[in-house]
Structures are given as C-alpha cells and as structure tokens.
C-alpha cells in the first residue's frame, strides 16, 4: 500500500501528470486518467490499482499517438497497427485502439481504397495501384473489388496523355521508332498500365506521331 502524496501537472505536457506516492516521484499518467480515476492527494492505492492504472494509460497514450499518425496523413489499418508496434505499446493497447478509431470511423480500409485508387488513376496504371495497395496491408479482395469498378476507357485516356508527353521527351534525343516505342512501352509498365493498354496506347501514339 502507498499513499499519494503529490500531483504535478508537467511543465512541458499539460496533458501529463507526475505522480508521487509516500513523497517520492512514481511515475506519470494522463491528465484525463487522474480526473476519471478521481486521484487525490492522501489516496491509498494498492499494487493491484498501480497495474491497472498503468494499462489504462497505455491505452490513452496508445489512442493518442494512432490519432496523431491519421491527423498527418490518413491511413490503412496495417499502417497505423504497424506504427504503433514500433513505438512499442503492448499488444492488448493496440487491439483497443484500433478498435475504437474504427467504431468513430477513424479508419476505414475501405474509404482509404476509394480514395487511393481516385488519386492514383491521374497518373498511374491499375497494376501499380494494386501493388502499393498491398504493400499498405489492404486486403486482395477489397482491391480487386475497387479496381474492377475502374473505367478502363478512363485508364487507356490517362495513359495517353502521359505517353504522348514523354513521346515528346524521348523524341529530343532518339529518332529510331523502334526504340522510341520501346521506350515508350517501358515507361507505361513502369507507371502500372497493364499489357493490353500499354499495347494500345503506344500504337496509337505512335500513329499520332508519325503525323506530327
């Protein structure tokens, strides 16, 4: 049994409170634990209490270090759980804190697939997208789903655009067509356009150019 003896906001956390049990610095909790805990000065508190104070503010932290991280730039679950495995916060916390951005709808694989695809498709092909999906811990069947939603005339008219202003690059410094289509047909693979559409769109920037 140990009395607390002393409550010391933190000079460089408002939200942090240092707490002193029998004259001697213990340890800190959030501010929001000591009012909903009702701590007080002269308070007995037993091991037992100490522990499941401790876990308590892991998960306050643990909530407020996931709500940080999707203020700076959204993310996919397996981002933020990621994140908060390397920052070191138990397992348990982790589940819990997960658990309630989800229910405030805070993340959300499925927006963030919507939205990812949305931006990406101005400059990238569906293969590209899907990979960095994955890589992002979405799940296959919730990529494919979206992707499979993707106007394909769409896509071939974006990877247009793009080929024609590389064509326009590549042409200063090559004039043999066969290797300006070469190049041409690599750089749409490597921005993520499937084989048909890479196919499609380099003949016919081919025949445009032929009449420039």
Do not use: P, W
């Not at 942090?16 to 213990?26: G, H, K, S, T, W």
């Amino acid at each position: 049994m140990a009395k607390i003896t002393k409550l010391e906001i933190q000079k460089r956390n408002k939200e942090r409170v240092n707490v002193f049990l029998d004259e001697e610095y213990a340890f800190s909790i959030s501010a929001e634990l000591v009012y909903k805990e009702g701590l007080k000065i002269n308070d007995d508190v037993e091991g037992e209490t100490l522990r499941d104070l401790a876990s308590k503010d892991e998960l306050v932290r643990c909530k407020d270090s996931a709500i940080r991280m999707i203020e700076k730039s959204y993310k996919t679950e397996k981002q933020v759980k990621d994140k908060l495995v390397l920052k070191g916060y138990d397992n348990d916390a982790i589940l819990k804190a997960m658990e309630f951005l989800k229910q405030y709808n805070l993340l959300d694989d499925v927006n963030y697939t919507k939205l990812f695809v949305k931006d990406k498709l101005k400059s990238q092909g569906s293969n590209k997208i899907k990979y960095s999906l994955m890589q992002k811990g979405v799940c296959k069947e919730l990529i494919e789903e979206e992707l499979n939603n993707i106007d394909k005339e769409h896509e071939i008219s974006t990877a247009m655009n793009l080929a024609q202003k590389k064509l326009l690059i590549i042409k200063k410094s090559e004039s043999d067509n066969y290797k300006i289509s070469s190049k041409l047909y690599r750089f749409l693979i490597s921005k993520g356009y499937g084989y048909d559409v890479v196919k499609e769109v380099v003949k016919k920037a081919m025949e445009v150019s032929c009449f420039d």
